[in-house]
């Protein structure tokens, strides 16, 4: 029987959902998302949470985004404000992002920024 944490069930969660994204969305889209989930041990007996991401859609990269925290919170933080910020994703895949959003910022309210 395998047994998976929390935190690992989210990760395996929002795996499927990439690769059922890719399925669906790939062939008329041209979308990419790429994602990575690690611990990284740090100094000492702490450890570092990592996640990235990088999505492309139709040849429009967001260009990857790497988050650190000590933290599975902090890190969460970070990449959901990050997945929001249009700047920042070179106004790129906002329905990847947003898809993104829903599966791994859960209690996060959709409010995306846009450069004025």
């Excluded at 029987?1 to 690769?19: D, E, F, G, P, Q």
Aim: aromatic share 6%; net charge positive; hydrophobic share 30%.
């Amino acid at each position: 029987m395998l047994l998976l944490n929390k935190s690992s069930w989210k990760w395996v969660a929002s795996a499927c959902l990439t690769l059922s994204l890719l399925a669906a969305c790939g062939k008329e889209s041209k979308s990419k998302i790429s994602q990575d989930n690690a611990v990284a041990p740090s100094s000492e007996n702490s450890k570092q949470i990592k996640d990235s991401y990088q999505l492309v859609l139709n040849g429009c990269d967001t260009g990857k985004h790497e988050f650190i925290g000590d933290d599975s919170d902090s890190v969460k933080k970070q990449l959901c404000d990050a997945l929001q910020d249009d700047k920042l994703n070179a106004s790129c895949a906002e329905s990847l992002r947003l898809e993104q959003f829903k599966v791994r910022c859960s209690g996060y309210k959709w409010s995306p920024r846009y450069e004025k």
